[in-house]
């Protein structure tokens, strides 16, 4: 689910409302006053679907955070087995849901960035680096983030951040490759048990999901 973030001055106090004295502190340590509104928007935008799939009231939302920071209901409200995700580039939010299966979703703006060859081959893999220096230099601004939102929302359906060692797996990137998970360590990625997904939530902007295969009988959704 793509959402444009509503930063005004009334969405902002209705947004702040539904947040819990926790996630009010966290908004307070924002550097930036364009930054501290965007999370307290998202957050509480996020706490709106969860409530719309749990049907409960937004203020009911209980979340806790895992060791490496990754958010998830409450044990009260985790009955439903429902996991999420969400992401923010600017104005605009991203939100992963799926019922029995851990989900990760990232999004970034395209553009120039000057030490991207440097970050390729320092953060990729050995053949994403090798197949990112061999692209056109036209090429290179999407293929960077194309292969960066796919790595990132894979670590964060896994909730191990950038902890986990990015050259441990491969995803694809090159123009015209469909996007797939290549490797997990030494499994083929069609045997790993996850499925990756890129879009495009807007202008200038890439996206990427990645969820776990669903298990026969669950409930799926990833919008």
Known sequence: M???LDV?????????????????????????????????????????LLAARLDIGADSVELVYGERGKPALARRVA?????????????????????????GIDVE????????????????SRRESEAYRALDPSDKPLAFFSCWTRKE????????????????FDVSF????????????????????WTLYSFVPGPGLIGAIVAQKAIPGTKREHN
């Open 79 to 103: 009955a439903s087995n429902l996991r999420f995700s969400v992401s923010h580039c600017d104005d605009v939010a991203v939100y992963a849901f799926a019922f029995g299966r851990e989900v």
């Open 2 to 4: 793509v959402t444009r």
């Open 153 to 168: 929302a894979f670590i964060k359906a896994l909730g191990d951040g950038l902890s986990h060692p990015l050259d441990r």
């Open 109 to 124: 703006a395209v553009r120039v960035i000057p030490d991207a060859d440097d970050i390729a081959a320092r953060m990729f």
């Open 8 to 48: 005004g001055p009334g969405a902002l106090r209705a947004s702040a409302a539904l947040l819990s004295q926790e996630e009010r502190h966290r908004a307070g340590r924002f550097a930036f006053e364009c930054d501290r509104r965007r999370f307290i928007v998202a957050r509480a935008r996020l706490r709106q």
């Open 174 to 193: 090159e123009p015209g490759e469909p996007a797939r998970i290549l490797r997990v360590d030494s499994t083929p990625g069609d045997r790993c048990g």
